[in-house]
């Protein structure tokens, strides 16, 4: 039996780059890899990488017959489409507001969109027919875009991302000390590490709440609040539920939406 050809879906970040493979017929991927996104790599060195994860994996390369990613780092495009090229013998699509799309834009500014935020409205345009979304991303910057239900991406908000702001209060704050962030126990903290804990937690669930109201005041309607990115589980495993719904591989699963409508 034949194996099947391969999806590789590439989401590039300020942060972190995560690659996805996906099957096929597959909706879901069969499996992933998260790495910091670096701008002096070169393509030899991303190809080196992802050639390891797919061994790792036993994954034939060769199986890899389209590619496709998004970027919200400019000077890493050429970076990735040569490793791409060179390495996979795949001209990868990238994702633009000019491409086929599953949802409209009513955004007066189309080309200020960012990629990750296209491919995040095309996985709500396919999961919520009919609904009005509100989708946040939990990443370098904290995103937040609503999708109507015709469907359009009407507009969104860009507040600072938790772990950024995270890392700039340790770097400028001499006797404060880093931390991991999760649900504290309650409020009012009995040691440092546990107030730090849970001002961000409760403030950022605060920042979340309040934007999402202030957008449902704004614009009145019966909305899905729908969440993603790397800390997205840990606010909504707590009892400050934020979100209707999450799913952390919504940007790959958006990926593979618009995979199958262009290549």
């Known amino acids: 039996m034949s194996e099947k050809p391969l999806l590789l879906v590439i989401d590039v970040g300020n942060t972190n ?20 996104t670096r701008r002096d790599r070169t393509s030899d060195e991303l190809g080196l990488f992802l050639k390891g994860f797919l061994t790792q994996e036993n994954v034939r390369s060769e199986r890899i017959k ?6 919200v780092v400019p000077s890493l495009n ?11 013998d795949v001209n990868p699509k990238r994702i633009t507001y000019e491409m086929n799309l599953n949802f409209g834009i009513s955004y007066p500014r189309p080309f200020e969109i960012g990629a990750d935020r296209l491919v995040n ?30 469907p359009e991406y009407v507009g969104g908000v860009i507040a600072p991302g938790l772990k950024i702001s995270m890392d700039a209060l340790t770097r400028n704050t001499a006797q404060l000390p880093p931390i991991v962030f999760e649900s ?12 730090i ?27 899905v609040v729908v969440g993603t990115g790397g800390l997205v589980s840990t606010i909504h495993a707590s009892h400050n539920q934020v979100f209707d719904e999450i799913d ?9 939406i618009l995979a199958d409508l262009n290549i």
Request: glycine residues 8%.
């Open 17 to 36: 780059t995560v690659f996805g493979i996906f099957q096929e017929g597959s909706e879901e991927p069969d499996f992933h890899k998260r790495t910091v």
């Open 78 to 88: 050429p970076i990735i489409e040569r490793m791409l090229e060179d390495w996979f």
């Open 248 to 256: 952390p591989m919504m940007t790959l699963k958006g990926l593979k």
């Open 121 to 150: 409205a095309a996985y709500c345009a396919k999961n919520y027919r009919n609904k009005k979304a509100i989708l946040v991303d939990l990443g370098t910057a904290t995103t937040f875009c609503v999708i109507n239900e015709k």
């Open 184 to 195: 504290p126990k309650k409020v009012l903290g009995g040691s440092t590490v546990e107030s």
């Open 66 to 71: 389209r590619a496709i990613y998004s970027s």
């Open 197 to 223: 804990q849970a001002g961000f937690f409760y403030g950022w669930v605060g920042l979340l709440r309040e934007i999402v109201r202030a957008i449902k005041e704004e614009q009145p309607g019966d909305y």
